[in-house]
């Protein structure tokens, strides 16, 4: 039978790239990496027998905690199996090189984990909160977000979605590194 492991995000996120990773570690071979975009549709789809694990960002060493995941958390009877850290490394991602930038769109963290590096390249940015970062490529791509706003992800996100690679490894520390958590009932 094909383990289902449910995780924060979608295709492209780092959230994924966990889920990959935890897979290996435990021997699942046949595993099904679901993309359920928020930590409360991880935790949601696992306790409704949906996904037989979850993998939930909890803490990021420049940011702080995960307080989505957090949230999710709250009085749930979980256990965390595994746990592990990734590096994350983010760059930011335009329609075009020749545009002028006024707005960033990614997750949260993603912006906090950027945030002194972002006020240096685009100063007086508006910040735009989004749920994933794979997902602000997305809808940079797709036209949904506009053409002056630039987006904060993972290189093989921007790539995937043909989007101009503006700046690389902007993490406001080169240490950077988000603790994940594979949890269970």
Known sequence: MMTRIGYMGIPFSNSEEMSQIFAREMGFDDAEHVPLVTSK???????????????????????????????????KDVKTVREGDLHIHHCVFTKRADLRISKVASH????????????????????????????????????????????????SAGEHYGLHLAHENIEDRKDNTTHFWLISL
């Open 41 to 75: 549709d991880v935790v949601d789809a696992l306790c409704n027998g949906k996904v037989d694990y979850g993998v939930v960002a909890v803490r990021n060493s420049t940011a702080g905690p995960v307080l989505e995941t957090q949230r999710s958390l709250e009085g």
């Open 108 to 155: 949260i963290q993603a912006l906090g984990q950027c945030k002194d590096s972002l006020s240096r390249l685009y100063p007086g940015a508006e910040m735009i909160e989004c749920t994933d970062t794979a997902y602000a490529a997305e809808l940079l791509a797709e036209g949904r977000l506009p053409d002056d706003c630039a987006v904060l992800c993972k290189r």
